[in-house]
């Protein structure tokens, strides 16, 4: 099939932040990735509550995709649309140096983070949005220490029944992503306990849950319809499910990430992520079912990813189930399961998305930069590490400004 051109928008609660135009292989879905990020004191370590200078002050490439989050500390990029990880990857690059460069002339660093790591306790001081001070008003003291840092995924996935279909499919991974993408251990001045505290806080919203299983684009405007009813969610832009079909775009959002220490992690995830897209949308098209995962046993495989990590252990959601594919099993129906090394998941994953990462020629960088993260551990791991030096939250400070900084240019 030819190729096909369309204008493609994401959409914040600030307004249009990227038009781009995509040229949409029939082989190859289209990626776009959100990244949030803190703005800090270098002196200190401390959030910085200067988005709108931030903002302001941005010029060259990628300024316009620069938008305001929820805080006034907090700043996100939008990359424009891609299909190649070669070209995804310089448009990370190119955003990350155009929000440091301007960071750097407030005097202040930019820092890719998933928590804030102290001072951060209270009600943040949010952006001057009516819809934050709403939230605020809604849903009280789940608003103290918010200001988390995600990033988000976009696969370009038009039709709607598909997109529900394939995130049934995603649902049994998801653990796998938050664990490979943890880094946030570190909040409030102390280790928490939590290799992504990010997850935890997030997971105080009453609409961020890992997705259900949807029987049809139906049943997924029925649920969306009853949160809105129930008041659970105050708008569509709430609907905080780890999966979820974009509203503003034709895409399916995975939402289940820290924000990466680095570019190339970023573009580790984003290719992981499509990889087990498009598996899991031919196996929508030829009527494969997906595996129908309890949603208890999903969320306490997303805790415990969110507390170890992918350097501890997780629980196994497909045992017995090979590699998941046209399993259609109802897991936790007599399926015996228990906890393994994480590491034993990424490589199942790998395994089931392997066909369509070599196909699309993406596998070996991939695996170049897994090889790397394996040597060097993830963000978790090597914040905890700059922390047991000295006990001071100082050298994680520094050492997240050091890394980020270095990951504006490779």
């Given at each position: 099939m030819p190729d096909v051109t369309r204008e493609v928008q994401f959409d914040t609660v600030q307004g249009p932040s990227l038009v781009a135009q995509a040229t949409v292989s029939s082989a190859t879905l289209t990626l776009g990735v959100e990244e949030e990020f803190l703005l800090v004191d270098p002196r200190t370590g401390r959030v910085a509550p200067a988005a709108r200078e931030i903002r302001e002050r941005a010029a060259g490439p990628g300024a316009d995709r620069l938008v305001f989050e929820?805080?006034?500390?907090?700043?996100?990029?939008?990359t424009a649309?891609?299909?190649?990880?070669?070209?995804?990857?310089?448009?990370l690059l190119e955003?990350?140096?155009?929000?440091?460069?301007?960071?750097a002339g407030a005097g202040l660093a930019l820092?890719?983070?998933?928590?804030a790591l102290d001072g951060n306790g209270g009600v943040p001081p949010l952006s001057s949005c009516p819809r934050y001070q709403a939230m605020l008003r809604e849903f009280g003291a789940i608003m103290d220490g918010q200001g988390v840092c995600g990033c988000h995924i976009h696969v370009g996935i038009a039709d709607r029944e598909e997109a529900v279909r394939v995130s049934n499919h995603l649902r049994p991974w998801l653990p796998v992503l938050q664990a490979l993408t943890a880094n946030s251990p570190i909040a409030d001045g102390r280790d928490t306990g939590y290799a992504s505290w990010r997850a935890l806080m997030m997971g105080r919203w009453p609409s961020a849950d890992p997705p259900p299983f949807f029987r049809s684009a139906e049943h997924y405007e029925s649920l969306v319809a009853g949160?809105?009813?129930g008041g659970t969610i105050l708008d569509r832009k709430m609907i905080y499910w780890l999966v979820r079909?974009?509203?503003?775009?034709?895409?399916?959002?995975?939402?289940?990430?820290?924000?990466?220490?680095?570019?190339?992690?970023t573009v580790l995830l984003a290719g992981l992520v499509r990889g087990l897209a498009e598996t899991?949308?031919?196996d929508v098209r030829a009527g494969v079912p997906a595996p129908a995962v309890e949603d208890t046993l999903l969320r306490a495989a997303y805790w415990r990813a969110a507390r170890d990590g992918v350097d501890g252990e997780a629980l196994d959601l497909l045992a017995g189930a090979g590699l998941s594919r046209?399993?259609?099993?109802s897991m936790g129906a007599g399926v015996s399961m228990g906890r393994v090394p994480a590491w034993r998941l990424v490589d199942r994953l790998l395994e089931h998305v392997r066909p369509v990462l070599e196909e699309n020629g993406d596998w070996t960088p991939l695996i170049d930069q897994l090889e790397r993260v394996r040597r060097s551990g993830s963000g978790a791991v090597r914040q905890r590490a700059a922390y047991a030096r000295r006990g001071r939250l100082r050298d994680v400070a520094e050492l997240l400004m050091a890394q980020t900084a270095a990951s504006c240019w490779s």
């Open positions: 929820l805080t006034q500390f907090q700043l996100e990029s939008n649309v891609h299909t190649s990880l070669r070209d995804l990857h310089g448009d955003m990350r140096r155009t929000a440091a460069r301007a960071a820092v890719a983070c998933g928590t949160m809105l009813a079909p974009s509203d503003h775009v034709p895409t399916l959002e995975i939402r289940a990430a820290d924000v990466c220490p680095t570019a190339g992690e899991a949308l031919r046209g399993a259609g099993l």
